[in-house]
């Protein structure tokens, strides 16, 4: 049976954070971590695929989505701090065994809330995220020079084209064979939190503070050879923004990985979500649910 995806909206650390939620409560959880410069829309598909069997969680970021943006002067946009209200949002939830699913900025997020409770952590998918350098490439070079200085006017221009409304769409369409099948309600509803007012000023803060996500990629790399976490990689190969280089790093330091590749660009769940949805489903049937057969009773995981 599938289920409904319901909408809330709850205060964590006093920032109102929207969430998108399906399936039954007692089954295994699912959090899905969208990535920029989108929000928890990107999953919307997905969720209502896999309602049947899994529980989904699917936030929005401060200042993205539905979520509330509140004045960068009372706020630190940074990824440790999304990441603590991602993992404030669990509590609220009671939620206490989950899988997480990392994609782009999802990925540091996820990686945060992972380093800090592996003994939560069921399995992992990462699709088009990374935390290796070498999945750092071409498209990082204007974000790297802000990295350097981060009043550089010329790296501030480039990094703003790439959620402009000509970035946005090549964002979900370059990589993609036929970029027909990918809906431009995509960019038009990115829109809706991007042009807010101060909106542009947060994305340039969280390019720039996206270093400290590289300093801590050694520590999550540990995390991985330390506990070997079952992990399955769903990536779109021709993906510009995180090359597949980053994704061929996993299999350095996890054993328990399974690796798929879809001929495909960075936003792959609009041009292939049905593929990796299958693939998805039969992973997390295999190393979350155990012994439990599609439309038995799910296991309690909470």
Not at 173 to 192: A, C, F, K, M, Q
Request: charged share 25%.
């Amino acid at each position: 049976m599938k289920y409904k995806t319901h909408y809330h909206v709850v205060k964590i650390k006093g920032v109102d954070i929207f969430y998108r939620e399906a399936g039954p409560v007692d089954a295994p959880t699912l959090l899905l971590l969208h990535g920029y410069p989108t929000s928890s829309h990107m999953f919307r598909n997905l969720i209502a695929g896999l309602s049947d069997r899994f529980h989904l969680i699917a936030p929005d970021f401060p200042g993205y989505g539905r979520s509330e943006q509140p004045p960068m002067k009372d706020f630190a946009y940074t990824f440790e701090n999304i990441a603590s209200i991602v993992d404030g949002l669990l509590e609220h939830l009671q939620i206490k065994k989950y899988s997480l699913y990392l994609m782009d900025y999802g990925a540091p997020i996820g990686w945060t809330i992972a380093y800090k409770h592996p003994e939560r952590v069921e399995s992992l998918i990462v699709q088009n995220g990374c935390c290796y350098e070498e999945g750092l490439e071409t498209f990082w070079d204007p974000i790297k020079a802000l990295w350097k200085n981060k009043n550089d006017k010329e790296a501030i221009k480039k990094c703003q084209s790439f959620h402009s409304p000509d970035g946005l769409k090549w964002q979900y369409t370059h990589g993609v064979p036929d970029p027909s099948v990918v809906s431009p309600d995509n960019w038009e509803i990115d829109l809706r939190h991007l042009v807010r007012p101060e909106n542009d000023d947060i994305q340039i803060a969280l390019f720039y503070d996206y270093r400290n996500n590289v300093k801590q990629y050694p520590k999550w790399q540990a995390y991985l050879r330390e506990y070997n976490p079952e992990m399955l990689i769903v990536y779109g190969k021709d993906d510009y923004i995180f090359p597949v280089a980053g994704a061929e790093a996993y299999k350095r330091d996890v054993k328990n990985l399974e690796y798929h590749l879809y001929t495909t660009g960075h936003f792959a769940l609009e041009s292939v979500g049905e593929e990796m949805a299958a693939v998805i489903r039969d992973f997390l049937e295999r190393k979350v649910c155990g012994s439990v057969k599609s439309g038995e009773p799910a296991l309690l995981q909470q």
